[in-house]
T-cell receptor, first 110, second 114 residues
């Protein structure tokens, strides 16, 4: 079945470390997105990509980086420059208005 | 810019009660409107949508009507169940320049007690 796979489900990071969250889709969708979810804040867009080898900053891109070397994959790196990285991260892909979401990665700084 | 405002939660209801979650939006033109649901520890699932004024989206007993005159898309269900406990997000897409970005409300947490 087609879908989006995010891994790992839980991730712990020490302060000062970079970590990479994986997002893979087999839906043949051109567009992919990363969102951050905090309690009471809704979903905020970090980065998005509409085609391979191209991506755009969203509303809260500072402290994050992405790559889009393959259509299927859109990994997110949380860098040490992100001062408050503890959150739930959701990846999505879409074709026009039809979005599919992954099951999320919960990142905790320890 | 585009924005979505939905009622703050949490909302706690008894089983079989009537549910309304208010949602209003700000956008130029005619956006498409959506309700997504998030069960604990999971990603978002599309619950229903409407793409033009006066359209009614419906699914699993939930309904919402696209009201252009009041810029609203309120979610309703006549009789909630414990299994409806989740966070509900109202959202819109205003297509532009080949982009279909979702703009979300902050979410409303619903708890249904037996």
């Amino acid at each position: 079945d087609g879908g989006i796979t995010q891994s790992p489900k839980y991730l712990f990071r020490k302060e000062g470390q970079n970590v990479t969250l994986s997002c893979e889709q087999n839906l043949n969708h051109d567009a992919m997105y990363w969102y951050r979810q905090d309690p009471g804040q809704g979903l905020r867009l970090i980065y998005y990509s509409q085609i391979v080898n191209d991506f755009q900053k969203g509303d809260i891109a500072e402290g994050y980086s992405v790559s889009r070397e393959k259509k299927e994959s859109f990994p997110l790196t949380v860098t040490s420059a992100q001062k408050n990285p503890t959150a739930f991260y959701l990846c999505a892909s879409s074709i026009t208005e039809g979005y599919t979401f992954g099951s999320g990665t919960r990142l905790t700084v320890v | 810019g585009n924005s979505v405002t939905q009622m703050e939660g949490p909302v706690t209801l008894s089983e079989e009660a009537f549910l309304t979650i208010n949602c209003t939006y700000t956008a130029t033109g005619y956006p498409s409107l959506f309700w997504y649901v998030q069960y604990p520890g999971e990603g978002l699932q599309l619950l229903l949508k409407a793409t033009k004024a006066d359209d009614k989206g419906s699914n699993k007993g939930f309904e919402a009507t696209y009201r252009k005159e009041t810029t609203s898309f309120h979610l309703e269900k006549g009789s909630v169940q414990v299994s409806d406990s989740a966070v509900y997000f109202c959202a819109l897409i205003k297509p532009g320049a080949g982009s279909y970005q979702l703009t979300f409300g902050k979410g409303t947490k619903l708890s249904v007690i037996p």
